[in-house]
């Protein structure tokens, strides 16, 4: 099964800050990546896929990018909202799996 | 718009059966992939299972495999998760989601989830 590490696990930021999220494959996936935010007491939302491609309606201050094994996940300029946990998940293959997720806290 | 709800959460004793059902909404059930996805408490999120809409395609995670079932009843727009031979382990809100209609593997949608305890 391909594993996915994300760094940090937890990240403290201010708003304003350009803050970037590591996600690494234990194989290959070609861009075949997702991620999603998640706050607490909700469902996570989907927010990239195909590594680099902004689900509608997200906005433009998330950006995606990566290809192989290694992807970030970059929020251009933090904003209150945006405190959240952020997990990534590969779909290289019929067997998916989520990396461990980062929180970003507010600093 | 497209709306998930699950139900049948509870709390079980371990080893024992548990079904899950998620009803549909807001979209033409049939033409997606739909997905299981639990997260146990304080953790991260764990992908479970999906299904296509046409039920040629089932995969299962190898934490769940042998244990739990998924199915869905395209005339009743639901989509089910029979749990069988239930641990401790197992204990975690499960999600119901559909795919993004980018990928059957990309979840859009997300349902409210529901608690299951697994517990003596």
Not at chain 1, 26 to 35: E, T
Not at chain 1, 40 to 50: Q, R, T
Not at chain 1, 87 to 100: A, E, K, P, T, V
Not at chain 2, 18 to 44: E, H, N, V
Request: aromatic share 14%; with cysteine.
């Amino acid at each position: 099964d391909i594993q996915m590490t994300q760094s940090p696990s937890t990240l403290s930021a201010s708003v304003g800050d350009r803050v970037t999220i590591t996600c690494r494959a234990s194989q290959s996936i070609s861009k075949w990546l997702a991620w999603y935010q998640q706050k607490p007491g909700k469902a996570p939302k989907l927010l990239i896929y195909e590594a680099s491609i902004v689900e509608s309606g997200v906005p433009s201050r998330f950006s995606g990018s990566g290809s192989g094994t290694e992807f970030t996940l970059t929020i251009g300029s933090l904003q209150p909202d945006d405190f959240a946990t952020y997990y990534c998940q590969h779909y290289y293959g019929y067997f998916l799996s989520f990396g461990g997720g980062t929180k970003v806290e507010i600093e | 718009q497209v709306h998930l709800v699950e139900s049948g959460g509870t709390l079980v004793e371990p080893g024992g059966s548990l079904r899950l059902s998620c009803a549909a909404s807001g979209f033409t059930f049939s033409d997606f992939y739909m997905g299981w996805i639990r997260q146990a408490p304080g953790k991260g999120l764990e992908w479970i299972s999906y299904i296509s809409g046409s039920v040629t395609t089932i995969k299962y995670a190898e934490s769940v495999r042998g244990r739990f079932t998924i199915s869905r009843d395209n005339a009743k727009n639901s989509l089910y998760l029979q749990m069988d031979s239930l641990r401790v382990e197992d204990t975690a809100v499960y999600f119901c989601a559909r795919d993004s209609g980018y990928s059957g593997y990309v979840f859009g949608n997300w349902g409210q989830g529901t608690l299951v305890t697994v517990s003596s």
